[in-house]
């Protein structure tokens, strides 16, 4: 069965023609979806019952089942734990600051590419998402947010997976959350994360869409990037660099690196100097996340101290630093910490 969720408006129009349909019931269907919230095609009722039984017999929908959420104890977090049809789980996750509602997404369940600092690429990739389960899990949770007369603001590509790693589907998602007729979230307020596949920032460069995009960087030479990201084998850091620059020229979008600081790995003052020196004059921010902990891994978060001079180091050299306050660490939803849990 296809999934609806899967289709763009553009798609959903072409297999209405295909199928004998009129095209004018595609909007009308995004719009049972996206605007009115309809959880079936039987809500759908400005649709006679012959075409949502055939639409019933063609699409699944919805696709994800909601199992648990979990609140952080300061409320600003919310962790949703998702089954998929073939019973495979994965989370995503509600950060609310201020105004901001920013849905963070996972795209595969599990992850390629085992980064050794991450809870989600511990048992590497299970399989990728579908444009549907990708979709859905903003889906449902701006229509609770609805509830409380408010929306999905923002969206970030940073829950488990590799995005670069599952293109098609995760190209195919932004061009459905971006759409007027689909949940209307600006591309500026729409962010990608990759651990830094190469031909997958080139190729996202050229789409339409110009969202914004962040490298998983955490280090400041290949050797480093080299022991904690087995990635950088294959995408030596230089590369790497350059792609990203040729995105900001191509998209007029600027340029972040996060940066997880992990004691005795990468938190160093002269690990901060070859940083500073490597951005100097370029135009980029560097998020610092100290390191969250992950059940049965070693690494350390460094200390207050270490990582105030780490980002003072920074700075002196000009170069624009944030340093990500974590939301959700006691629920184990902060950065890095999603992972395929059993219940
Ligand atoms: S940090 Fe990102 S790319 Fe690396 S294993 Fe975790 S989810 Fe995958």
Same mark, same amino acid.
């Given at each position: ?139 449902? @949770? ?47 307020? %729409? ?9 997958? @920032? ?26 904690? %990201? ?10 790497? %660099? ?46 610092? @996340? ?54």
């Amino acid at each position: 069965m296809k999934e609806i969720c899967s289709f763009s408006l553009k798609d959903l129009k072409v297999w209405m023609e295909e199928n004998g349909e009129k095209a004018f019931r595609a909007p009308q269907i995004f719009d049972w979806i996206y605007a009115k919230d309809a959880q079936n095609f039987d809500a759908m009722t400005n649709m006679s019952k012959e075409f949502r039984a055939k639409l019933a017999n063609e699409f699944s929908f919805p696709v994800l089942k909601l199992l648990k959420t979990q609140e952080s104890e300061d409320l600003e977090t919310i962790k949703y734990l998702w089954e998929l049809p073939d019973q495979k789980r994965v989370e995503s996750v509600l950060i609310m600051s201020g105004d901001r509602r920013t849905v963070c997404i996972s795209c595969q369940v599990g992850c390629p590419a085992r980064c050794a600092f991450c809870a989600s690429g511990k048992e590497g990739l299970m399989r990728n998402l579908s444009p549907a389960e990708i979709v859905e899990q903003v889906l449902h @949770i701006n229509r609770s947010l609805k509830g409380k007369g408010e929306r999905v603001s923002h969206l970030v590509f940073m829950g488990m997976g590799e995005p670069m790693e599952n293109y098609d589907a995760v190209v195919k998602a932004i061009q459905i959350f971006n759409a007027e007729e689909g949940l209307g979230i600006s591309q500026r307020r %729409i962010t990608v994360s990759t651990v830094g596949v190469v031909e997958g @920032i080139h190729k996202l460069a050229k789409e339409e869409l110009k969202v914004n995009l962040v490298l998983s960087l955490h280090a400041p030479n290949q050797h480093i990037r080299k022991k904690i %990201i087995p990635y950088a084998r294959k995408y030596p850091f230089e590369e790497v %660099i350059m792609a990203m620059e040729a995105y900001s020229r191509e998209t007029k979008r600027d340029i972040t690196y996060e940066y997880t600081l992990m004691e005795g790995i990468n938190d160093r003052p002269q690990h901060a100097e070859e940083l500073a020196q490597l951005l100097s004059g370029k135009q980029c921010t560097v998020n610092l @996340i100290p390191y969250n902990p992950v059940d049965g891994l070693r690494l350390q978060r460094p200390k207050r101290e270490a990582i105030e001079e780490f980002r003072e180091i920074l700075e002196q050299a000009g170069i624009n630093t944030t340093w990500r306050y974590t939301k959700g660490k006691d629920i184990a939803a902060a950065c890095g910490q999603l992972a395929l849990q059993k219940s």
